[in-house]
């Protein structure tokens, strides 16, 4: 055994090895061998071999103080003085002894190769400029950046991703496995519980210049907005009096549910055969209950509505969008609690031509309840931006109780009564 392997063997001794680990990390955060380090708890053959190098008694001690300059000291008084301890660390530890700063230093330049690989790779597509995003907004893109610890798996999702963006359906919707099997031949490479399919959704907020969506129902407007269809056939909202349109050929389905007075489900599998949708009066009532719905439809077979049903399901929205773009006049009433104002707010905050129907404190007072809402549901109030909704939201967190939209329904039949003779 030569002098260089006795030396290895010598570190490579049980007793070392958090010894030289600590000097490792120690070397690393000062870019220099100098400082202490700590073995807290040491065991016996950790005691007896630092104990013997370092010239010290450890004996009895719970915790080790060692100066990194005295360790470097004794290496250079033992036959193994040739050898630089930072060789020794690389060796014994198998990996290499860098500085924070080189170490940031090569982390920064294999990232760089890894966007400047994928810019090149989708040069003058929009793929390409996302990338850039992703350089010039570090924090906009946390979810990427954390990832840098297997670049190779990170790089060839992304590349997945840039595919995906090139290639969205243009013409016809694509459902979202079969999407993914056209980019990669595995079908739930893109679904949400997977890191690229989350990356996907990253990257059709860039291109379509929106926030990430919070929720499963604003994640499907993103991909149906993008080409990709999801939950197309549980996805639904039910819908009177109105027609619908594929180019100029009218949707015989709708025309005749309008024709035989009859309320219709939709789902997303049936809007996606759609493109245009009118009402024949100007105006749809959209309203938050199913009994109300009901009560409506029942009191006019043919009045133009449609039943949002809590939180707006994409369906919905896609009616409301559809309707919103033939200036439809569009008219909300929902419940008089903290969660039908905030459908009512979001609502307002997405189409221009919604305006609300029977929603304000004289109505409110009609539909009250003895029904209490929880102080944390009242606090979700102070979000209420719309000024309209902003005067109810206080008249409600005033009483603290709930009103119900059932309880005005000949209110809501009288405004639709009006309406006919404007």
Same mark, same amino acid.
């Given at each position: 055994?030569?002098?260089?392997?006795?030396?290895?063997?010598?570190?490579?001794?049980?007793?070392?090895?958090?010894?030289?680990?600590?000097?490792?990390?120690?070397?690393?955060?000062?870019?220099?061998?100098?400082?202490?380090?700590?073995?807290?708890?040491?065991?016996?053959?950790?005691?007896?071999?630092?104990?013997?190098?370092?010239?010290?008694?450890?004996?009895?001690?719970?915790?080790?103080?060692?100066?990194?300059?005295?360790?470097?000291?004794?290496?250079?008084?033992?036959?193994?003085?040739?050898?630089?301890?930072?060789?020794?660390?690389?060796? %014994?530890?198998? $990996? !290499?002894? *860098?500085?924070?700063?080189?170490? +940031?230093? &090569?982390?920064?330049?294999?990232?760089?190769? #890894?966007?400047?690989?994928?810019?090149?790779?989708?040069?003058?597509?929009?793929?390409?400029?996302?990338?850039?995003?992703?350089?010039?907004?570090?924090?906009?893109?946390?979810?990427?950046?954390?990832?840098?610890?297997?670049? %190779?798996?990170? $790089? !060839?999702? *992304?590349?997945?991703?840039?595919? +995906?963006? &090139?290639?969205?359906?243009?013409?016809?919707? #694509?459902?979202?496995?079969?999407?993914?099997?056209?980019?990669?031949?595995?079908?739930?490479?893109?679904?949400?519980?997977?890191?690229?399919?989350?990356?996907?959704?990253?990257?059709?907020?860039?291109?379509?210049?929106?926030?990430?969506?919070?929720?499963?129902?604003?994640?499907?407007?993103?991909?149906?907005?993008?080409?990709?269809?999801?939950?197309?056939?549980?996805?639904?909202?039910?819908?009177?009096?109105?027609?619908?349109?594929?180019?100029?050929?009218?949707?015989?389905?709708?025309?005749?549910?309008?024709?035989?007075?009859?309320?219709?489900?939709?789902?997303?599998?049936?809007?996606?055969?759609?493109?245009?949708?009118?009402?024949?009066?100007?105006?749809?009532?959209?309203?938050?209950?199913?009994?109300?719905?009901?009560?409506?439809?029942?009191?006019?077979?043919?009045?133009?509505?449609?039943?949002?049903?809590?939180?707006?399901?994409?369906?919905?929205?896609?009616?409301?969008?559809?309707?919103?773009?033939?200036?439809?006049?569009?008219?909300?009433?929902?419940?008089?609690?903290?969660?039908?104002?905030?459908?009512?707010?979001?609502?307002?905050?997405?189409?221009?031509?919604?305006?609300?129907?029977?929603?304000?404190?004289?109505?409110?007072?009609?539909?009250?309840?003895?029904?209490?809402?929880?102080?944390?549901?009242?606090?979700?109030?102070?979000?209420?931006?719309?000024?309209?909704?902003?005067?109810?939201?206080?008249?409600?967190?005033?009483?603290?109780?709930?009103?119900?939209?059932?309880?005005?329904?000949?209110?809501?039949?009288?405004?639709?009564?009006?309406?006919?003779?404007?």
């Amino acid at each position: 055994m030569d002098i260089y392997e006795e030396c290895l063997a010598y570190f490579r001794q049980k007793g070392f090895r958090r010894a030289l680990e600590g000097i490792y990390e120690k070397y690393y955060s000062l870019s220099r061998l100098g400082g202490n380090i700590y073995i807290d708890d040491p065991l016996p053959e950790e005691r007896d071999v630092l104990s013997r190098f370092l010239r010290q008694d450890f004996s009895g001690q719970d915790r080790i103080k060692i100066s990194l300059r005295d360790f470097e000291k004794k290496l250079k008084d033992t036959k193994f003085e040739d050898f630089d301890l930072i060789d020794i660390l690389e060796a %014994i530890l198998n $990996k !290499k002894a *860098l500085t924070q700063k080189e170490a +940031a230093d &090569i982390e920064n330049k294999e990232r760089q190769n #890894l966007f400047q690989g994928l810019i090149d790779d989708f040069s003058g597509t929009i793929a390409a400029d996302f990338i850039q995003d992703i350089i010039k907004n570090p924090q906009e893109y946390k979810m990427i950046y954390v990832r840098m610890n297997d670049k %190779i798996k990170l $790089k !060839k999702e *992304l590349f997945n991703v840039c595919k +995906a963006l &090139i290639s969205l359906p243009k013409e016809h919707r #694509l459902r979202l496995p079969v999407f993914a099997a056209n980019i990669t031949t595995d079908p739930h490479y893109f679904d949400y519980g997977n890191d690229a399919g989350r990356l996907l959704i990253k990257a059709l907020s860039y291109i379509n210049k929106c926030t990430y969506p919070s929720n499963a129902e604003e994640r499907s407007e993103l991909l149906y907005d993008s080409g990709i269809l999801i939950d197309e056939v549980s996805n639904q909202v039910l819908v009177n009096g109105l027609l619908a349109y594929n180019g100029e050929i009218e949707n015989s389905i709708w025309s005749a549910a309008l024709i035989q007075k009859e309320p219709m489900a939709v789902t997303l599998y049936n809007l996606n055969k759609v493109d245009r949708i009118i009402s024949p009066r100007g105006y749809l009532m959209a309203v938050e209950n199913p009994s109300v719905f009901s009560a409506l439809t029942e009191y006019d077979p043919e009045l133009p509505c449609i039943c949002v049903n809590g939180q707006p399901k994409l369906a919905v929205l896609i009616v409301l969008k559809l309707l919103n773009k033939s200036e439809c006049s569009i008219y909300y009433s929902g419940d008089f609690d903290p969660e039908g104002l905030l459908i009512a707010e979001r609502l307002l905050s997405k189409f221009n031509r919604i305006k609300l129907c029977c929603m304000d404190i004289k109505r409110y007072k009609m539909a009250l309840s003895n029904k209490k809402i929880e102080e944390k549901r009242l606090k979700s109030l102070d979000n209420i931006q719309n000024p309209d909704l902003k005067i109810l939201a206080r008249e409600i967190e005033i009483r603290g109780f709930a009103g119900y939209q059932e309880k005005v329904i000949s209110e809501i039949v009288e405004f639709i009564e009006s309406i006919g003779t404007r």
